[in-house]
């Protein structure tokens, strides 16, 4: 179902879901003037459709992650897609850490939380080691780019608010951005109960405080305690993924930009790259990963040629940046926002039981 396919309340609908996903159908179907009754049966066939799905995401920074970390490889063309999928699959996906991954024919990048750097530099020498003894890997090592929450700055988390407005010709006020959410402000750790209790509300996503009780052992009442305060300390984030190649859109862009030692951007200056299609931003002082939405070549064509300028006017960089293009109808999710691992992994290791109550 493309975008141009979908009825103005179907759009104002999933719109809606995805702009404010923490809001309830009463409270959406307030906001965007829609009667519930119709938010309600409209929400059902978009996501039996696959249109959208809705993700918990963790914000293990405040759990005791040090680092958010991204890898890309350029690939050997010869071997098939699936092939070299599987034997990811079979020897570096299962890598907890790793939350989210997409390969295509000859390139693919993964991004990660971690503990420590430790545990990011195992997984990629296990791709290196893998990839290079199947012949997989093409001129380089898979590339690094390590982004501590001390240091960095987390601007954009996969929202993809801005891309649906631009497409779907609807307004937007300006999103503030994820970077508060991803400060480190020393570890929180939980006591035996919350850390289930987190633990399944990121694994489902979609069940009901019922639901996760009965997983845990718990009464609906003491999970919905939880889980409020979960959102209201910081240790949540609810976020809806749109189904981009169902809607029409075309390539997603990676871009890994290095800035020039002598003259480095501000935060004014990356606020300019951060453009309606960009569905992701990490920066720390001197690179920065954009992960970017188009609904066709023109627009990437446009946005990406308005970056390059601007860097090069303003001298933050001293040579231009290769932008990797994925295509929607092309490309393989190897995983998509898998964060329950990581999630486990992270709680197991903090030691000390202390209450966020």
């Given at each position: ?283 720390r002082k001197f690179e920065t990963v954009i992960i970017s939405a188009y609904p066709n070549y023109q627009e990437y064509k446009i946005d990406k040629m308005e970056k390059i300028r601007y860097l090069k006017e303003n001298e933050f960089i001293v040579y231009t ?37």
């Open positions: 179902m493309k975008q141009s396919e979908l009825t103005s309340n179907e759009q104002k609908v999933l719109f809606g879901l995805v702009s404010n996903p923490e809001l309830n159908d009463s409270e959406l179907a307030a906001k965007y003037h829609v009667k519930l009754s119709t938010l309600t049966s409209i929400k059902r066939r978009l996501y039996e459709k696959d249109m959208f799905y809705q993700v918990a995401v963790p914000l293990l920074n405040r759990l005791g992650s040090e680092l958010l970390a991204i890898i890309y490889t350029q690939f050997n063309p010869v071997i098939p897609l699936e092939e070299r999928v599987q034997k990811a699959k079979e020897s570096i996906e299962v890598f907890d850490e790793i939350f989210y991954s997409i390969g295509e024919q000859e390139k693919g990048f993964s991004i990660s939380l971690s503990k420590n750097y430790t545990n990011i530099g195992h997984i990629n020498e296990v791709r290196t080691e893998t990839f290079g003894r199947l012949g997989l890997l093409e001129k380089e090592y898979p590339t690094e780019v390590v982004f501590p929450f001390s240091t960095s700055s987390i601007i954009r988390f996969f929202d993809f608010s801005r891309a649906l407005a631009a497409v779907f010709g609807m307004k937007q006020m300006n999103r503030e951005t994820d970077e508060q959410r991803f400060q480190t402000n020393g570890p929180i750790y939980l006591s035996e109960k919350e850390k289930k209790v987190y633990t399944n509300l990121v694994g489902h996503p979609n069940a009901s405080t019922q639901q996760v009780g009965e997983l845990v052992g718990m009464s609906r009442h003491t999970v919905s305690r939880m889980k409020k305060r979960f959102f209201d300390s910081g240790l949540l984030k609810q976020i809806t993924v749109p189904n981009l190649k169902q809607l029409g859109f075309e390539i997603l862009a990676f871009y890994h930009l290095q800035f020039n030692p002598g003259r480095v951007p501000v935060a004014e200056d990356i606020s300019y790259l951060d453009t309606p299609s960009t569905i992701f931003l990490a920066r940046p290769s932008v990797r293009k994925y295509m929607f109808d092309r490309m393989v999710f190897l995983k998509q926002f898998d964060f329950a691992p990581i999630t486990k992994k992270i709680l197991e290791a903090n030691n000390n039981i202390v209450s966020t109550k």
